[in-house]
């Protein structure tokens, strides 16, 4: 094989109470990418659609998560890239970490698989952190896994499945403005009272006791985030009115998809969380910021191969 097409799929990271440790991967939005060996030893980025990214190597978070691979590596060649932009970076969804993920996926299956998706995970840290500036796996690792993970440690990096029943999906709402991770993160207080840990505490672990067990109520009690959401949800316009209206129709719950401005909501069942979509299109409507909604199962089986050669 000297050519992969992939498929990197767009992630939810947080899941509310599940701040930095918890996310879950889409199956409706995600990038395209290309991977191929070339003769010229090194990585290069020689294609970009979608949006404006750069095409030098440790200036691009796909590059600098193949970096990190290709250091590990003793070959006489090098790797081409081509990157097919379809997340929209800084709308959190894990547009810097689907790139991320794609580079060093697509590469180990050009060679065969020598490293185990925890390890593809400690690579794309290394370009997850150009982007967020700090490490972090929530995005990365639902996007190599699938389903929903949880992180429970960096370092050492240790990443757990968390089950999740059959019949949920997400809907996501984008509006059109930028929210960059790295001042998302400047705006979080360093100390938190601790009676909010408490409840933070309480809330994460009956979520993923709900996940685990198919408690669809118990999700929607579980998604309540009183540590992030309270300063983040500042910065997203109309946040409040979408969260409310998602609920009304029919949302399990709903929170802050990242560090924004994307606001995801859970749903049991497809017809649900179609109704969500409309309740909160019609809030975004009424207003002159643009948007994107995107209704998805949850993604179980995470990056897809599409093509080889």
């Known amino acids: 094989m000297n050519e992969i097409k992939i498929f990197s799929p767009a992630t939810v990271?947080?899941?509310s109470c599940?701040?930095?440790?918890?996310?879950?991967?889409?199956?409706?939005?995600g990038d395209n990418?290309?991977?191929?060996?070339s003769g010229k030893k090194g990585i290069h980025i020689t294609k970009i659609e979608g949006f404006d990214l750069p095409y030098e190597t440790v200036s691009n978070v796909a590059g600098v998560s193949a970096l990190a691979m290709y250091d590990k590596l003793d070959v006489d060649f090098g790797f081409e890239i081509e990157i097919y932009k379809n997340i929209k970076p800084g709308s959190g969804i894990g547009s810097s970490a689907a790139s991320a993920v794609g580079s060093v996926f697509g590469m180990n299956e050009l060679l065969g698989r020598p490293f185990n998706r925890t390890q593809l995970t400690q690579f794309a840290i290394k370009g997850e952190a150009l982007a967020s500036k700090c490490e972090h796996a929530d995005n990365l690792a639902p996007a190599i896994f699938g389903g929903f993970t949880l992180v429970k440690s960096i370092s050492?990096?240790?990443?757990?499945?968390?089950?999740?029943?059959?019949n949920l999906y997400a809907t996501i709402i984008h509006p059109q403005i930028e929210i960059?991770?790295?001042?998302a993160r400047a705006i979080l207080p360093n100390e938190i009272?601790?009676?909010?840990?408490?409840?933070?505490?309480?809330?994460?672990?009956?979520?993923?006791?709900?996940l685990h067990t198919n408690d669809y109520e118990l999700i929607g009690n579980s998604l309540n985030d009183v540590v992030v959401e309270p300063y983040r949800s500042k910065l997203i316009p109309h946040f409040d009115d979408v969260k409310t209206?998602?609920?009304?129709?029919?949302?399990?719950?709903?929170?802050?998809?990242?560090?924004?401005?994307?606001?995801?909501?859970?749903s049991k069942g497809l017809v649900n969380a179609m109704n969500v979509k409309e309740a909160i299109k019609n809030v975004y409507s009424k207003t002159e910021i643009t948007f994107d909604i995107h209704v998805s199962k949850i993604n179980n089986e995470g990056i897809k191969i599409l093509n080889l050669k």
């Open 33 to 37: 990418m290309v991977i191929r060996k």
């Open 18 to 29: 599940g701040f930095d440790v918890l996310g879950f991967c889409l199956d409706s939005v």
């Open 13 to 15: 990271a947080n899941v």
């Open 156 to 166: 050492p990096l240790e990443i757990l499945n968390i089950p999740s029943p059959n």
């Open 245 to 266: 209206e998602a609920i009304k129709a029919g949302a399990l719950g709903a929170g802050i998809s990242g560090s924004g401005p994307s606001i995801f909501s859970l």
């Open 193 to 210: 009272p601790l009676s909010k840990a408490i409840t933070q505490w309480a809330n994460f672990g009956s979520l993923i006791h709900a």
């Open 180 to 183: 960059k991770t790295s001042e």
